[in-house]
């Protein structure tokens, strides 16, 4: 079965730093660019960041540019989301997602379960 | 960055009802259009890439249309499993900026 299993999410206070990890199984990891999108509560989706399969590209949304940084472990078949200097507006449920294609432009076909961060001194 | 607005906000329809939810882009995006369904506690699940391309799976009183800059989601029949928010999504580049979604409801 393909799945996506987030973790590392928590409480944690402004100016502090998490780091999520998104594991991987059912297909071959390595070959799938990947994506974090976070969803305040009761709010819509906003995309946070982008990886390559091979991290040679790497994008991010501008409310998260020099605070978060992706990564990935194509042996580990993990993905990560590194975040520093965190904001109470920061607080979502963090989604880890699959492009729908191996290369090129693509939608997301495969969302993990998602997990919560929250900010709150 | 593009923006995508959605319209509208939320609707309420019956059972049976055909209903439509637009979703414009501020530049043209060519086809690279999604939409996602998202019921209430759920993770998103992808309906339609590519504008108009029904991923596996998803029924087919679902359909999409448009490009460039103009995009609708059409529900033929309207159901009770049916009531989420749909979200269109741009993803010709980055940031990959979703709409604000539109809450659908049974009246």
């Known amino acids: 079965e393909v799945q996506l299993v987030e973790s590392g999410g928590g409480l944690v206070q402004p100016g502090g730093s998490l780091r999520l990890s998104c594991a991987a199984s059912?297909?071959?990891?390595?070959?799938?660019?990947m994506n974090w999108v976070r969803q305040a509560p009761g709010k819509g989706l906003e995309w946070v960041s982008y990886?390559?399969?091979?991290?040679?590209?790497?994008y991010y949304a501008d409310s998260v540019k020099g605070r978060f940084t992706i990564s990935r472990d194509n042996a580990k078949n993990s993905l990560y989301l590194q975040m520093n200097s965190l904001r109470a507006e920061d607080t979502a449920v963090y989604y880890c997602?699959?492009?729908?294609?191996?290369?090129?432009?693509?939608?997301?076909?495969?969302w993990g379960q998602g997990t919560m961060v929250t900010v709150s001194s | 960055d593009i923006q995508m607005t959605q319209s509208p906000s939320s609707l309420s329809a019956s059972v049976g009802d055909r209903v439509t939810i637009t979703c414009r882009a501020s530049?043209?995006?060519?086809?690279?259009l999604a939409w996602y369904q998202q019921k209430p506690g759920k993770v998103p699940k992808l309906l339609i890439y590519?504008?108009?391309t029904l991923q596996s799976g998803v029924p087919s009183r679902f359909s999409g249309s448009g490009s460039g800059t103009d995009f609708t989601l059409t529900i033929s029949s309207l159901q009770p499993e049916d009531v989420a928010t749909y979200y269109c999504?741009?993803?010709?580049?980055?940031?990959?900026?979703f709409g604000q979604g539109t809450k659908v409801e049974i009246k």
């Open positions: 990886i390559s399969s091979s991290s040679s590209t790497i």
């Open positions: 590519a504008a108009s």
């Open positions: 530049q043209g995006i060519s086809n690279y």
């Open positions: 999504q741009n993803y010709s580049r980055a940031p990959r900026t």
């Open positions: 997602a699959r492009d729908l294609i191996p290369r090129g432009l693509s939608a997301f076909d495969i």
């Open positions: 059912g297909f071959t990891f390595s070959t799938y660019s």
